[in-house]
């Protein structure tokens, strides 16, 4: 004896546009590659903004040094 289906059933998952759990999954390495590169370029380009050497680069603990400023007193203006 043959069973027959009325009408099919749809399951709908959510959603936000296109975006879905198992595309979000699936775009997770990706999105922290890309964020990971965009985060090291900020860095580098902020390098010379002193706000950002005394609250970031000086805390490193041995490259910080680097970012510490020292001179000399016959160097200093009088």
């Given at each position: 004896?043959?069973?027959?289906?009325?009408?099919p059933v749809y399951k709908t998952l959510p959603h936000l546009g296109?975006?879905?759990l198992q595309n979000?999954?699936?775009?997770?390495?990706n999105l922290?590659?890309?964020g990971?590169?965009?985060l090291m370029g900020i860095f580098v380009?902020?390098?010379?903004?002193?706000?950002?050497?005394?609250?970031?680069?000086?805390?490193?603990?041995?490259?910080?040094?680097?970012w510490i400023s020292n001179p000399d007193p016959q160097d200093l203006p009088q």
């Open positions: 004896m043959v069973r027959y289906i009325a009408q296109k975006l879905n979000l999954l699936a775009y997770t390495p922290a590659i890309w990971g590169a965009s380009f902020a390098e010379g903004v002193p706000i950002f050497q005394t609250t970031f680069f000086q805390k490193i603990p041995y490259f910080g040094n680097h």
